[in-house]
């Protein structure tokens, strides 16, 4: 359904930028979430929030000398009404002058069968591979999408009502790096609709959000409002809530890290072990935060488990008797006398055969490599480990100086699903020290002169933003840390050397 304001349509940027643009530049600068001359891909769903950021993006266009794009996801969960948002983003673009990308995602396949996900979050997830896949394709800095304070808010009542500790109580962040933001994340739907109001801009509305079916529905239609009756601004601060939790869950995840660099070691056939003695002495809270990192790590899922399940780990293994064992998550976890082992029950290496051009044939590996873990690389026996580091502690600044067996990224500029798998033809990554320039990574391998039989066991570390390092070698120039940086993750290759060249 087509929401329609009183005036006509009028090109922001024909006119002096509006209030809400400027207190939106003034949000962009705060928070450092694009720059002038940037080249952004606008989510454009159709609804009001995407509608106002596509408009205030070009009221912005001209002073900031922006590139602009917009792209459109299809999911065609809602037939003709899904059929008619893209027919209505595709007449608002051109309206606008805005270049559109319009993409279809099918929620359908193998992939959707074995996915345990409800449908919402698999087509979440599907909706942002897609729209990272358009971003990469044109080149853009940065996806903006449209989330506003009411979302904010809603996400974090969402999350307190399911018992969510600080990691769900954080929130949304206002950037996902190194190229999700979210400029209205400031400002509320009511300044997005009487924006839009005033600029005479139609917007799409969604017919499922209407349905309290949903648990975010019925917090937007039930619990919010009465909310706001007790405190008027409850959306400022749940907002303001959500700030501190996300800097305080920071805090820990990197103390985390620390102790599990310290604690936990991988034996070769992917076993993980602690030092029972090393866990029982921390806090209660990094028990439980240890545990659960070091599931993730073995399992290879990105999905946490949940608190009772972490519960019981620490009651009837950590604190049980030697040989106690309980599964979680197709990993076992046992106590064996002063020691506690998370064992995966699958193998969580994969192969599967692929098309390859090198002589004999060959077959794909990859290992989930959460952030902090250590993991054992079976095809050359190296150890690689990876945690989080506080860069204000670097000393001297960071700078590409160090060790080919260490590499020390920017944790802003890529997002926290690793893995390392092995080469795969048309694998590309812009090598440090070479101006940024791409380069296949089979051209890379002849020149530093890497035997053919050795390039496909060469372990490589890789974000779903791109390669990070090829370990024991180059890291990628664009996650690199450098003396801006905030929060660091250092790659180790452990206990072996490069197998040739560079």
Known sequence: MIHRPVMNLRHPSQTMPSSLARRVAKAVRARRLFRPGDRLLAAVSGGPDSVALLSLLTELALSWELVLWAVHINHGLRGAESEEDARFVAN?????????????????????????????EYAREARYAAMQQVGKSLGSDKIALGHTADDQAETLLMWMLRGSGTTGLAG??????????????????????????????EFREDSSNAKLLYLRNRIRHELLPALKRFNPAVLKVLGRQAEILREEDLYLQQSVSE????????????????????????????????????IRQTSGMIKAPTFGAVSAVLDQVVQGQSGSAITVQEVQIAREYGRIQFRPL???????????????????????????????????????????????AADPPIAPTHPRSIAIFDADRFTMELLVRSWRPGDVFQPLGMGGRRKKLQDYFTDIKLPREERSRMPLVVAPEGILWVAGHRPDHRFYATTSTKRTVVAELLDCTPLTGD
């Open 92 to 120: 608002l673009c051109e309206r606008l002058g805005v270049t559109l990308i319009s993409e279809r995602v099918h929620l359908t396949g193998p992939a959707r069968r074995r996915s345990r996900q409800s449908l919402q």
């Open 346 to 392: 699958r193998a969580v290496l994969t192969v599967r055969p692929r098309g390859c051009s090198e002589k004999g044939g060959n077959t794909e590996r990859e290992l989930a490599l959460p952030v902090p873990s250590t993991l054992h690389w079976p095809l050359t026996g190296q150890m690689i480990r990876v945690s989080f580091r506080n860069s204000a």
């Open 172 to 201: 949304i962040p206002p950037s996902r790096e190194p190229l999700f933001i979210r400029p209205l994340l400031d400002f509320s739907r009511a300044d997005i609709v009487a924006y839009l109001e005033a600029q005479g801009l």
């Open 259 to 294: 102790h599990l660099a310290g604690m936990a070691v991988q034996d070769t056939d992917g076993a993980v072990v602690v030092d029972r003695v090393a866990l029982v002495a921390l806090p209660l809270a990094l028990q439980r935060r240890m545990v659960r990192a070091l």
